[in-house]
């Protein structure tokens, strides 16, 4: 993902409107972007959020910033930046993170960022797209970065090889039943995918609805996720977030007049204090396809 972030900005850097600014990381994997356009390329240090106030300053004249770091350091840190330099005054600065949920899981707590989601999504104005594979972040990117609205791209560490047609503001449905809506996003969407499989061996058939964009939702995309709850009356939300504020809270709000019992597969309200890698993070918060099917089982 990382790398495809860097080829696609090289490949924009011809629009003299775009620039770079990073948060003392990245240096070697943005080098090309660097050596071409130095002139639009700022490394402002261990300092992100004055990182943030000169990408908005940047931004009021016309350029189209990104702005680039790790994701407890870019939004926790930075929420009062982006709330008031960048959704309050509407400029399109662009936010692309690394280390979301536990992707930094041998760091610990300082390192892990599993609320940025919820946090970003109470905003005006603010766009939250989250790919989970090269292709995605490509496509998603060069649609939406001059758009004019602050955006947060949210880069898993852990990428998926589903061939996905991400359109900005729409889900897609990929696989289809009457039984259960599972509604994923992120790099569990293999996960869901199998377990959507092994469920249709039992005779359970799953509606499996996957969201690259987190905000905003279009009408059809809140249309298609209210018609599969509608017809199956049971949800499994799946994410690497807080199972606060994200993507089961999303589905929540969208279907708050359609009657439905709900699992919620993520992380549960509290730190991750343990060590481990990340495989080990998913097994322990059942994100695997055994705890997706858990979890339908549990709304049969």
């Known amino acids: 993902m990382r790398e495809q972030f860097a080829k696609t900005l090289a490949d924009l850097g011809a629009d003299e409107r775009l620039a770079v600014l990073i948060g003392d990381i990245s240096h070697f994997l943005l080098r090309d972007f660097e050596q071409e356009f130095p002139e639009r390329f700022y490394n402002m240090g261990i300092a992100e959020q004055s990182m943030l106030g000169v990408a908005a ?19 926790e840190r930075c929420f009062e930046q982006i709330k008031d330099d960048l959704c309050y005054q509407g400029l399109g600065v ?25 946090i970003l999504r109470a905003l005006p104005g603010m766009q939250i ?3 989970s594979a090269p292709h995605e972040f490509d496509s998603l990117f060069r649609a939406t970065y001059a758009n004019g609205s602050p955006t947060y791209f949210r880069l898993p560490a852990k990428t998926h090889e589903v061939r996905t047609s991400p359109r900005f503001g729409e889900v897609e449905l990929l696989r289809e039943g009457g039984d259960c809506t599972i509604v994923v996003a992120g790099p569990q969407l293999p996960n869901a995918l199998a377990a959507a499989d092994a469920l249709a ?7 499996v609805i996957y969201l690259t964009t987190i905000k905003p939702l279009a009408a059809s995309a809140r249309a298609a996720i209210t018609a599969s709850v509608q017809k ?17 809270d999303e589905v929540a709000r969208i279907c708050t007049d359609v009657p439905f019992t709900a699992r919620r597969v993520g992380i549960a309200d509290r730190f991750l204090t ?7 993070h998913c097994a322990a918060n059942g994100l695997t396809a055994e705890g997706i099917i858990a979890a339908a089982h549990e709304l049969a």
């Open 57 to 75: 300053g940047l931004a009021m004249r016309g350029f189209y910033p990104v702005v680039h770091s790790i994701a407890p350091f870019v939004v």
């Open 201 to 207: 061996e039992e005779g359970v058939a799953c509606d």
């Open 129 to 131: 797209v989250y790919p």
């Open 274 to 280: 343990n060590y481990g890698s990340y495989a080990e």
């Open 232 to 248: 199956t009356g049971k949800v499994v939300s799946v994410e690497e977030h807080s199972i606060i504020g994200g993507v089961g």
């Open 94 to 118: 662009n936010i692309v993170s690394v280390g979301s949920a536990f992707d930094y899981a041998a760091l610990g707590c300082t390192h892990h960022c599993y609320d940025d989601l919820a």
